[in-house]
């Protein structure tokens, strides 16, 4: 049944200048009211929203290590004020703290902010994965860059990279003709991995390369260190093409890599060591046959896209969803796998409040042998056979190594 609650009218343009000092409860109330209005409304905004929130979630959980004089609050909200009209200030915070606590707490924070936004990008019908293999200066080192063509921030992940002095972090380069902007700063575990969540004013995919040099703690302007990491975004790749490329940028290389699947196993167990969900999407990541499949919206579901992350030779995996319309409580999204037109019932989900789902699909042979991916609206119980129209259908065919 329709919702017959009259809707408030949203102002017509976007909040971006006032979310990071509404998530630090520095507006006043009128202000507060008009960002409330608007979010309620607009996707975009509830987005950078929860981008905000999670930042603000990472000072909050880095305060308690150092002595915090009682004009800090003060100064900070002046701050977030002053630079507010950058769209994208908010990175800026989470970048300070880990380069305030190298390999501490903070380190494990921005983790679990790199896994949220991993989760979302995922989700992403544009969704690329690129390899950036260590130089010869990191041999045993890789790393994967997680992005989207249409977005402006993304997560890198990496893997086997030495320990540095105290004094020292490792810093990330975007290139463009040869020419390197600076970008995040991040440390690594004991074991040698890190996760960096990068920002920028532009696309990241419209660079032509992403690089990784020790540099001292604080920063450089230019690179001072040799190039430990190097890939190239213009080599980023398209659904069903990046399982092939992953698997076969592992094997080309004669020498042994550390693992990048295994620290996204150490990143979403942090995070979410009792959710289903989070960790056999860690381990599906982290097969050398993973494979990540884009399930679009249907006419019925225009709005809404996915991706099914599984391996070939895995009888699970898991569908992101994003942009699913909300349900009746008495209704929820059931899963289909459909070999030659005839389905078979697979799992249920319901929506977060953002309007994003995952789903855990298990299956008596590989996901990936069947033809088609699908999903419907259905009763809350489950159906046997589909009643409510596709939302979300995608072929689950993908190339062969």
Same mark, same amino acid.
């Given at each position: ?9 949203? *102002? ?12 630090? &409860?520095?507006?006043? *109330? ?123 921030? &993304? ?14 972090? #490792? ?10 902007? *600076? ?56 659904? &069903?093409?990046?399982?092939? !490329? ?22 979403? &167990? ?36 996915? !991706? ?5 030779? !895995? ?15 008495? !209704?929820? #999204? ?29 299956? $008596? ?14 009763? $809350? ?7 409510? *129209? ?12």
């Amino acid at each position: 049944m329709m919702d017959m609650r009259e809707t408030p009218e949203i *102002p017509e343009t976007h909040v971006d200048d006032l979310i990071d000092a509404f998530v630090l &409860g520095a507006l006043e *109330p009128e202000e507060v009211a008009a960002v409330d209005l608007h979010v309620e409304g607009c996707a975009r905004c509830r987005a950078l929203l929860a981008q905000a929130r999670a930042s603000a979630d990472l000072l909050l959980l880095a305060a308690p290590q150092v002595a915090t004089p009682p004009a800090l609050r003060v100064r900070v909200l002046a701050r977030v004020r002053a630079e507010a009209a950058s769209a994208r200030a908010a990175g800026d915070a989470a970048r300070d703290v880990v380069r305030a606590v190298p390999g501490g707490e903070a380190d494990e924070d921005a983790a679990d902010l790199a896994g949220e936004l991993l989760r979302d990008l995922l989700a992403e019908p544009d969704c690329v994965i690129v390899n950036v293999p260590g130089t010869e200066h990191a041999a045993g080192a890789s790393a994967r860059f997680v992005g989207a063509r249409s977005r402006r921030e &993304g997560v890198l992940l990496t893997a086997g990279l030495g320990p540095l002095a105290a004094d020292k972090a #490792y810093q990330v380069w975007f290139l463009r003709g040869g020419e390197p902007q *600076p970008n995040a700063l991040f440390a690594i575990d004991p074991h040698g991995h890190g996760a960096s969540v990068v920002r920028t004013s532009e696309p990241l995919l419209d660079f032509d390369t992403l690089a990784v040099t020790p540099e001292p703690l604080t920063g450089s302007a230019g690179p001072t260190g040799p190039v430990v990491l190097a890939g190239e975004l213009g080599e980023a790749s398209a659904p &069903g093409e990046q399982a092939t !490329r992953m698997a076969d940028a592992e094997a080309e290389t004669a020498e042994p890599r550390a693992s990048v699947g295994g620290f996204l196993r150490g990143l979403f &167990g942090r995070r979410a060591e009792r959710d289903v969900t989070g960790e056999l999407l860690r381990d599906l990541l982290a097969e050398p046959d993973c494979v990540i499949v884009n399930v679009p919206g249907t006419a019925q579901g225009r709005d809404a896209h996915a !991706r099914f992350i599984s391996a070939r030779s !895995r009888h699970d995996g898991v569908l992101v969803s994003a942009g699913l319309a909300r349900l009746a409580p008495d !209704r929820a #999204y059931q899963v289909w796998l459909l070999r030659e037109g005839q389905p078979q019932p697979n799992t249920l989900f319901a929506l977060d409040a953002h309007g994003h789902g995952a789903s855990v699909v298990h299956a $008596a042979e590989p996901p990936l042998d069947f033809d088609t991916l699908a999903v419907t609206p259905e009763p $809350a119980g489950g159906s046997p056979s589909p009643t409510g *129209p596709i939302v979300l259908a995608g072929a689950l065919h993908t190339p062969e190594h």
